[in-house]
C-alpha cells in the first residue's frame, strides 16, 4: 500500500509563498502522474496542479502563474511551489496520482495551508 506524506503548509500573509512537499512510498514514483488537491471547509475537493511522467504540467485557471509543481523522482517527493498566496488559496491540500486513486490507495492527511494577515 502505497503511502503519501504531505507537508510543509502554515500560516502565511497574503502575497507570501510556501512550498508544499508530497513523499510517495513506491518505488515506481518516476512512471506516475501526480496532481496536488485541495479541500477548503464547505467546498468540494479540486484539482490545483497536474505533472506527468515526462514532466508535462497542467494548472487550475485559479492558480496559474502563482503555482508550480516541480517533481524530484530521486527522492519521491512533488512539490508545489506556492506564490503571491491569496486568501482563496486556503485549504487543506493533498497530493495523490490518478493511477493510485483508481486502485483505491488511501489518501494521505494532507497539510493544512491558512491565507490570512
Known amino acids: 500500500q502505497v503511502q503519501l506524506v504531505e507537508s510543509g503548509g502554515g500560516l502565511v500573509q497574503p502575497g507570501g509563498s510556501l512550498r508544499l512537499s508530497c513523499v510517495a512510498s513506491t518505488s515506481i514514483f518516476s512512471i506516475y502522474t501526480w496532481d496536488w488537491y485541495r479541500q477548503a471547509p464547505g467546498k468540494q475537493r479540486e484539482t490545483v496542479a497536474t505533472?506527468?511522467?515526462?514532466?508535462?504540467?497542467n494548472y487550475a485557471d485559479s492558480v496559474k502563474g502563482r503555482f508550480t509543481i516541480p517533481r524530484d523522482n530521486a527522492k519521491n517527493t512533488v512539490y508545489l511551489q506556492m506564490n503571491s498566496l491569496k486568501p482563496e488559496d486556503t485549504a487543506v491540500y493533498y497530493c495523490?496520482?490518478?493511477?493510485?486513486?483508481?486502485?483505491?490507495?488511501?489518501w494521505g492527511q494532507g497539510t493544512q495551508v491558512t491565507v490570512s494577515s
Open positions: 495523490h496520482s490518478p493511477v493510485l486513486i483508481a486502485t483505491h490507495a488511501s
Open positions: 505533472i506527468t511522467s515526462g514532466g508535462n504540467t
